[in-house]
């Protein structure tokens, strides 16, 4: 393999997010693994969920139970799965456990490629403070819980910040639950107070979300970001407590013009969704409801006649305001076919119900109409030969030619770089490492990804364009930018081709999400790849460990000279190989305390329980250099199974790990 960088620049990184490209083919499944629908026309592919009376799925059923009208004319269908998702359960036994608990520390973007779900979990701005604040939590978490083993999931908000990547690392999800609190609105007591000044609060009237259009956006690129994965149950959590969906009357005073941009906003979110099947479940967090002023305590008792009929219409009004507000909950699933949870004080014991609802389904294609005027949406209609059922999918579809032309517009790195799911076009591997830099307290990032996929035949030279970006929970991220000319020798029989470049980034401690995108300027494809990063404080924590970096020599074929060994991001080796795995070790890089004798233990554990490697490495103090010291493990010479590799480091009291999951084939 040949790599040649031939420049860097920062550039400016544009806005991340869900108002970006959705990924592009992330729903495509690799052929073997799937039926593959092939004929003459391009075929539709959608997926249905068939419900009883009871909410829970009907499954046995087979081609012949469908039809399928498109504009109402019955179209034949030409490709039929049955899907049953695996549930979610404990490992068995204590190795697997291990192999469980050990995150792949790889990513791809090839995240659309298996059955399951894509769970969007919502946090709007009307969840009321206080213990509302606390259920929406609860609901989160129940979410979280609920998630089988290929599902992913992402939590966002509809009142600013960054909104997460879709994945299935529960830990980095419940830390993006509990790192907020996702009330906006003020309590029944400040609604009080402030009335008392300015009168009722009208809230199409708040500069922070003017006319409600900021969640009815939201779930616009929601629904578009999750559009193209056809084959996983899509699924919206609303968690919040009202849905401005119009306008209604408004008093002479309550100028804002709303009527029409609602309408707009309205008409946009409802096509959207016909054209994704997003199914949305509104979750109300309120709870049971105490309505009218004589139920809180901010409340004075003045007496007198008047003031008690000030209260009964006051109670009237609320109870007026709070049926609307529920009514309102009810407008998006009972488009999308999901459920609304409202009048209880544990709504996240509905959250299971919720997901089980999905645990089984159907993938259908079938041959649309002849092409018609590009662009114009056809509407779909899925029947099901059975009564008493509830069928949910796909409402509508849009012309393939009208497809074809918007994706004929060149991607750029930047358009790449964003999103909710990375662009899965041709296939990425990323591998990040956090390890102290010498600019303290900023850590250096490698950044190693495979860009085999971009590469010249027979290794010919390509020149590609890189461009690596870290967000921050506040949307703020450093980007570089590289030009670099990759060549790959072909691959020896039963090899895979492999092209890894590495970027360097020079990162706070804190949370981070590394996104790459590669794009070949000459046939202009790209594609990008994100993953998770979570930079400690190597300069200030008296114990730490870098993230682990792997060196393999690659397999020549015969004849060939040995490889130089090099960073991969590939986890799966051959017997034969030379594999090694690198940690750092840390006493707070910039502290002036002694420096202590640590012990160092790494294990080789396979699935069957075995620990074929097992070391103890004692790290003296002078062994230390710049309060740092670095470990090698050889991962080569393995039968043929599944590992995990964990190291963990101790010094007196203080403990920290690292682990990694490989493949010896």
Known sequence: MKLRCTGMAIVVALAAGLAGLAAAQAGQTPEGQRP??????????????????????????????????????????????????????????????????????????RVGQQDG??????????????????????????????????DLAAVTSTSGGVPQTLTSDRARLRQAIDQRDWSTGPSKEQQDILAGFTGKLDPLSDGRCLCG???????????????????????????????????????????????????????RMQDALALSHVTVHSI?????????????????????????????QQQQAEMSDLLDAQNSLQILPEMTGGRVVVNTNGPQEKVPEIFAESASYYVLAFEPGMAGKPGVNRSIEVKVARKDVRVSAQRKHQQETAVRAAAAA???????????????????????????????????????????????????????????????????KPTIR??????????????????????????????YEVRVAVRDPATAAAASVFAPLTVPRFADERLSLSDLLVEATPLTPPGSSAAAPGGTTRRMFSSREHVRALVQVYQGTRRDDAVEPVVVHTRVTNVQGGIPRDQQINVAAKDFTNRTAGVASDLGGLPPGDYVFTVDASAGDLKTSRSLRFTVR
């Open 36 to 109: 593959v629908f092939r004929g003459g026309v391009e075929l539709v592919q959608i997926d249905v969920s068939v419900l009883d009376r009871s909410r829970r799925p009907v499954t046995g059923l087979t081609e012949a139970d469908f039809t399928i009208l498109e504009d109402g004319i019955r179209r034949p269908i030409r490709g039929f799965t049955a899907v049953q998702l695996p549930a979610s359960t404990p490992p068995a036994t204590a190795s697997a456990s291990r192999l469980a608990a050990a995150q792949p520390d790889v990513t791809t973007n």
């Open 284 to 312: 109300d967090p309120s709870g049971l409801s105490s309505v009218g002023p004589h139920t809180r305590a901010s409340t004075p008792n003045t007496g007198g006649a008047m003031p008690r009929l000030g209260r009964v």
């Open 410 to 476: 060149p991607p750029t790195l930047e358009s790449a770089l964003t999103g909710l799911m990375p662009d899965g076009s041709l296939p990425l591997s990323l591998a990040v490492a956090a390890f102290a830099g010498t600019e303290e307290p900023r850590a250096t990032v490698i950044v190693n990804t495979d860009v085999g996929a971009f590469a010249g035949p027979g290794g010919a030279s390509t020149t590609l364009e890189l461009a690596v970006s870290a967000v921050d929970p506040t949307g703020r």
């Open 117 to 150: 779900r894509l769970v969007v979990i919502l946090m709007d701005r009307t969840i009321p403070p206080g213990e509302p604040t606390l259920a929406a939590n609860r609901i989160a978490h129940a979410a979280v819980d609920a998630l089988g083993p290929n």
């Open 482 to 511: 590289q030009d670099m000319t990759v060549g790959v020798t072909p691959a020896p029989a039963g090899g895979a081709t492999e092209a890894n470049v590495q970027a360097l980034l020079h990162l706070d401690p804190g949370t």
């Open 213 to 267: 259009i900021c969640v009815l956006d939201t779930v616009t690129q929601i629904a578009g970001a999750l559009r193209q994965t056809s084959r996983r149950q899509r699924m919206l959590l609303f968690v919040g407590s009202q849905l401005i969906i119009q306008s209604g009357p408004r008093a002479p005073t309550q100028d804002t013009e709303c009527e029409f941009p609602l309408k707009q906003a309205r008409q």
